[in-house]
């Protein structure tokens, strides 16, 4: 190890003491310039600041050649490298999404004219059109999701929705679970409202549909993303859908926020695939780094796609499912609605393969295909030998990360409270192909 005396770093910029501390580097860390990595930015770092977050965009993680990306560097304005730390492991999955307790489905009747409402059902207020409409949902054990009383059953036309009684949760969801008996082959758009007094309610955006696809190992999901988090306490909560028999929805859970907000995913398109027949698409993939999902999107109208997702990091190593889903875009003007990207297990693949199921193809069918990651961040000593640049992308380089812990046990406050640097420009080594 050869030491390197880290730049000056002012820890408070309200005091003019500063603090230098000497932090060791690795030999080879220090022997590699900026111009051998394939992909650079150059960062404008906050006034001041002596400790400096910053983010590798989707590009630069494209470039990547290491899983843990060992290949990340921060170098200075005379090409020596900066002491930094990563954030977080990059090659970890996140922790496992929390869940809520389930909320009973109670099912929703209309409220003809000259119709008695049972003495356990309560009136609701619905907006169709514009226009409020009434109906009555059975409250009790009566009113579950499977089960109404035989008066219900014969006096009642029971609706495509369902309501759930949120309001004794704490809790604050960024998904919902829905527990449902589905018509197979076809997904189901739900629509999600919120309301504390059955009267008002709000639109709660959803992101994505619920399927069922027959087979063995066939798609299947049951989980919608909300576009803003949504608090539960004091709120019921609404399912309506429409156009299709055979939906039965007995439950609903909550996938619960994470007690920090975390970073948004980035993205980047994939180079262009080659095709195997009419069924399947292969990618040679230009980045080491694990991937969070895939995004696989299509700009022909009523499309319905089932796919399955596999992987390999050698020729001759078998295929290896890592996913799967279905690719549609269904509906038209405002309601029509696209799938999300698929999840991934947050490996490293060499190779990426793309297949049709259900006897479809994919040949004629215009696809996108997107990268999706982590964010990946890092922290480093800043001082005045700047401006900075941020290097990504070389092959067998040696890691030269310092625990995150020895810089934060400098700093004045949170990591996460760091000022950012951002990224003012960005360039590519001449030889580096681009990834689309």
Partial sequence: ???????????????????????????????????????????????????????????????????????????????????????????????????????????????????????????????????????????????????????????????????????????????????????????????LSASADLAQWASVPLRGRAYRFDGEGAPVNDTLELDEPLKLQGHYLRLDWQGQEGVVVEALQGLVAPPVQQAAQVSAPLPEPRHDGAQALEWDMPSATPLAALALSTSQANTLLPVRVLGRNQASEPWRLLSQGVIFRLGSGAGESANTPLPMPRVAVRWLRVEATNGLRLEGVPLAAKAVFDPVELVFVAGGSGPYELAAGRTDTPPASLPLGMLAAVATGRIEDLPVARITASSLRPDTPPSA
């Fill in 1 to 191: 190890m050869k030491s390197i005396c880290a730049l000056t770093m002012m820890l408070n910029a309200a005091r003019t003491a500063t603090l230098a501390t000497c932090i060791a580097l690795p030999v080879a860390a220090a022997a590699q310039a900026p111009a051998d990595f394939a992909w650079r930015g150059t960062l404008e770092v906050p006034p001041q600041a002596s400790l400096v977050r910053a983010a590798l965009p989707a590009d630069a993680l494209m470039r990547l050649r290491s899983a843990q990306a060992s290949d990340v560097r921060v170098f200075d304005a005379k090409g020596q490298p900066v002491p930094f730390a990563l954030a977080a492991p990059v090659d970890q999955p996140r922790p496992a999404r929390q869940t809520t307790a389930a909320f009973n489905a109670l099912p929703l009747f209309s409220a003809q004219p000259g119709l008695q409402i049972p003495p356990s059902g309560v009136q609701v207020r619905v907006d169709e059109g514009g226009q409020q409409r009434s109906v009555w949902v059975q409250m009790g054990p009566q009113g579950s999701a499977s089960t109404a009383s035989p008066a219900t059953a014969a006096n009642a036309t029971r609706l495509p929705s369902a309501l759930f009684d949120a309001r004794a949760s704490a809790q604050t969801i960024t998904a919902i679970v829905i527990k449902a008996q589905l018509p197979a082959n076809a997904p189901i758009r739900f629509n």
